[in-house]
Structure formats: structure tokens, C-alpha cells
């Protein structure tokens, strides 16, 4: 069920209610996973910026191959037909650019509002703000931020 909320935002009280657990104890067992980097938990970015934003985290799972084959998805064909494929892409894409820049994780973030604005990856370095959004298409193009 963990794979199937990867990229998406992490909701422990849903998860919790279908398992018939704690709140507490899916937190407590998401700790772990994240803790052995099974997990990346994306904090939500909150600056005063006049906007209602996201404040729950991204939950995603760290290795492509796991999430894979939990969402038993064996060959390259059936990840193209798959709807997580934007997902497991978001997240592999997400992990390159922290490794590349080195980014410590409690520097990385993303950003979201509630109108529908969001950047999939917000690296923050003291004064420094880089912004990632990260699509898997054919055909991409520029979009108006809102």
C-alpha cells in the first residue's frame, strides 16, 4: 500500500484506518523505513508568501526497483502503461538532483499550494533557492506559474 502513495502526500490517518493501527504506530513504522533510507519523506516548504500551502510531507520510495516490484510492475512496458509512471519517475528524477547537488535532506523540499501551484523539488542553501518540476512526457513545454 506504501507505493502506492509514493509522490503523493503522506496521509498517516488514512493509512493507519485501512491497517486498523495507530496513528502512532504508522508514523513510528515510516520512521524506520525513512531512518534506513527505504523512504524519502520531502518536508513541505512554508514561507510567508500570501499563499495557503501544502503542509503535509511527500512520501517516496528511494529505490525505482522496490517500488516496481511492490506495484508488480516487471518489465519497462508495463511501467509505461502503468499511472504511477509521472510518480516513479518524479522520485528517481528527485534523487539524482539531491545526489548531484549534494543536497543535505533537510534542505530539500517541495512546494504546493492549495490553488494548485507546486514544485516537485525545492532546494534551499542558506540564501539560495533552486526549483525543480519534474515531468515525464514526449512533449514538454513551458507553463505559467501561479
Excluded at 506504501?2 to 495507530?22: D, P, R, T, V
Excluded at 526497483?65 to 508495463?78: E, R, S, V, Y
Excluded at 502503468?82 to 538532483?97: C, K, N, T, W
Amino acid at each position: 500500500m506504501l507505493a502506492h502513495y509514493h509522490g503523493q502526500i503522506w496521509n498517516s490517518a488514512e493509512l493507519a484506518k485501512a491497517f486498523a493501527l495507530s496513528d502512532k504506530t504508522v508514523k513510528s513504522h515510516l520512521d524506520i523505513l525513512r531512518d534506513t533510507f527505504l523512504v524519502r519523506m520531502l518536508q513541505p516548504y512554508s514561507e510567508n508568501v500570501g499563499k495557503r500551502v501544502v503542509k503535509s510531507p511527500k512520501i517516496y520510495i528511494q529505490d525505482p526497483g522496490i517500488l516496481h516490484a511492490l506495484l508488480g510492475l516487471p518489465t519497462l512496458g508495463d511501467l509505461e502503461r502503468h499511472p504511477e509512471l509521472g510518480f516513479s519517475f518524479e522520485g528517481f528524477a528527485i534523487d539524482e538532483i539531491v545526489r548531484h547537488l549534494r543536497a543535505d535532506p533537510r534542505e530539500s523540499y517541495f512546494w504546493a499550494t492549495h490553488q494548485g501551484a507546486e514544485l516537485d523539488l525545492l532546494v534551499v542553501h542558506g540564501r539560495q533557492r533552486l526549483g525543480f518540476e519534474i515531468e515525464c512526457t514526449n512533449a514538454p513545454s513551458v507553463t505559467q506559474s501561479t
